[in-house]
């Protein structure tokens, strides 16, 4: 398997998250987090049920305002309790647990319009590869009403890739899949993440599935449990 060299390392983006709160009504989800993600890492997230970690990946992507602390990214601030920077300049793809592919489009047409507007000057990302590993050609000219729930969770993960992101934020990943499938695609996963400018946090229950692989981990605690 591919390592990172030090120019790709150099090139992704570096998180760091200082003492970072969140509230839903009364309720605090997290609490004064700190932790940092190095440039070109692939970090697993896990954590019981409701332990925020969603909301976690949500905060990243400036979809959720912090109450207190603070989300940087490259010495750049993206979120405070005062300040957010908008999702579509943060340089970043985010695969959502309950994501859906856009039911007017073909899998095909939905992956190449991902690709042609990538936000960054990234080297492309082999999309042939990624179908093809995926097991998803025969998918390309369908539209989501004609796939599973297994193959649609596939192709969304393959037009998330296609806009060959810097931080890269998948929850959930292998959802839908039966256990061989969910196997090769959390292989896939890492062989593409090696070598590339991209740092990465990959949120799974199937924690098993990423053993062995030379990743960091994160684990967030239940603080309501």
């Given at each position: 398997m591919k390592t990172k060299t030090d120019s790709t390392i150099a090139d992704a983006t570096k998180i760091e998250i200082a003492e970072l709160t969140f509230k839903r009504g009364e309720q605090t989800i997290i609490n004064k987090l700190s932790h940092e993600f190095d440039g070109g890492e692939v970090t697993l997230l896990t954590g019981p049920s409701g332990c925020?970690?969603?909301?976690?990946?949500?905060?990243?992507?400036?979809?959720?305002?912090?109450?207190?602390?603070?989300?940087?990214?490259?010495?750049r601030l993206w979120s405070s309790a005062s300040q957010i920077l908008p999702p579509w300049l943060r340089n970043l793809d985010l695969l959502?647990?309950?994501?859906?592919?856009?039911?007017?489009?073909?899998?095909?047409?939905?992956?190449?319009?991902?690709?042609?507007?990538?936000?960054?000057g990234n080297p492309d990302w082999n999309?042939?590869?990624?179908?093809?590993?995926?097991?998803?050609?025969?998918l390309l000219n369908r539209?989501?009403?004609?796939?599973?729930?297994?193959?649609?969770?596939r192709c969304q993960l393959a037009r998330v890739l296609a806009g060959s992101p810097s931080l890269?934020?998948?929850?959930?990943?292998l959802s839908g899949q039966d256990a061989v499938t969910a196997g090769k695609t959390a292989q896939l996963l890492a062989k593409l993440l090696a070598?590339?400018?991209?740092?990465?946090?990959?949120?799974?229950?199937?924690t098993a599935l990423?053993?062995?692989?030379?990743?960091?981990?994160?684990?967030?605690?239940?603080?309501?449990g």
């Open positions: 925020g970690k969603t909301t976690f990946l949500r905060l990243l992507a400036g979809l959720e305002a912090p109450d207190s602390g603070e989300v940087t990214a490259n010495g959502f647990q309950n994501d859906a592919l856009w039911p007017d489009q073909t899998v095909g047409n939905q992956i190449a319009w991902v690709r042609e507007r990538r936000k960054n999309i042939e590869e990624i179908t093809a590993e995926l097991g998803i050609n025969d539209y989501p009403a004609g796939l599973s729930g297994g193959e649609a969770r890269l934020l998948l929850d959930e990943p070598g590339k400018q991209v740092t990465a946090i990959v949120v799974s229950h199937e990423f053993e062995g692989f030379d990743w960091q981990q994160l684990y967030l605690p239940n603080i309501n």
